[in-house]
């Protein structure tokens, strides 16, 4: 059964539990209360019980996609069968009979409004969507932009640690919402949670310049990582490679390798 997760929305948390998507995926159903229909945010992976479940949990309206990643968009295809609501993100390649997001749009759907927010960085495509009427605060579903806990991956081919500083930054200037992410809990405050995130980047990034002027500037990702993140769980050891690499391309491309 769906969890109540604000004034505004309800979360059915996926059966994919793992070291990348902590508990599973959050996906959720936002409307009205009595509106008689919802939207869905993040349909999750291609699995049949979880999408029935989805699906009988109101009319859909419409599905989103935070961004292209299979954990939240894979199951969009067979939920848009299984309730004929179109599928919206800003990708082209995963929009089912409907437009791509744009940047700053009001969505009305399922008696509530949605507004748009393009933070690229986890993804090229990545979104959030604001809940403005949400509670006395209102609300911000933020897909793996920020998560409940732990921090985000910013992964090749499309990742940008520049961008996501950036969406971060854009992020902040929404105020104190309440953190809907796609998975962990949910957080009380968008402003803080983006201060601390931020300040975990430039940490990080200080962390990087240190290793490489102790390993040279030539230094591979491998062996930047084996530094920096001396500690990191071998399950989770390619993500923080991942994160090394757009850590040392936002350095070369700042000039400030060192």
């Known amino acids: 059964m769906p969890e109540r997760t604000s004034a505004l929305t ?6 994919n539990a793992g070291p990348m998507t902590l508990d599973g995926t959050n996906s959720y159903l936002v409307g009205e209360p009595g509106a008689g229909s919802v939207v869905v945010v993040d349909p999750g992976p291609d699995d049949p019980g979880h999408l029935e479940a989805l699906a009988t949990a109101g009319a859909v309206d419409l599905i989103l996609i935070t961004h292209r990643h299979h954990d939240h968009s894979g199951g969009s295809v067979e939920l848009a069968r299984l309730t004929g ?34 933070t690229p960085g986890h993804t090229a495509d990545s979104a959030c969507f604001v809940l403005v009427g949400d509670g006395e605060r209102g609300a ?42 796609a998975h962990g809990p949910t957080l009380p ?18 962390e990087v310049r240190a290793a490489l002027r102790r390993l ?11 530094v920096v993140y001396s500690d990191i769980d071998p399950a989770v050891r390619f993500a923080a490679e991942h994160s090394v690499e757009a850590q040392l391309a936002y350095l070369n491309a700042d000039g400030g390798g060192v």
């Open 85 to 118: 609501a179109p599928v919206r993100g800003f990708d082209p390649a995963f929009c089912i009979d409907s437009e791509p997001l744009t940047d700053g749009e009001l969505i009305r759907a399922a008696g509530v409004s949605i507004r748009v927010v393009a």
């Open 216 to 226: 040279g500037p030539d230094a591979t990702a491998a062996a930047v990582t084996d």
């Open 140 to 181: 911000v579903l933020t897909g793996d932009t920020i998560l409940g806990r732990g921090t985000t991956v910013i992964a090749a081919p499309d990742g940008s640690l520049a961008d996501y500083l950036d969406s971060l930054a854009t992020l902040r200037g929404l105020g104190a919402l309440t953190v809907l992410p």
């Open 10 to 15: 309800r979360v059915l948390l996926a059966s």
């Open 189 to 206: 405050d968008l402003e803080q949670i983006c201060d601390a995130y931020l300040a975990h980047r430039y940490r990080r990034l200080d």
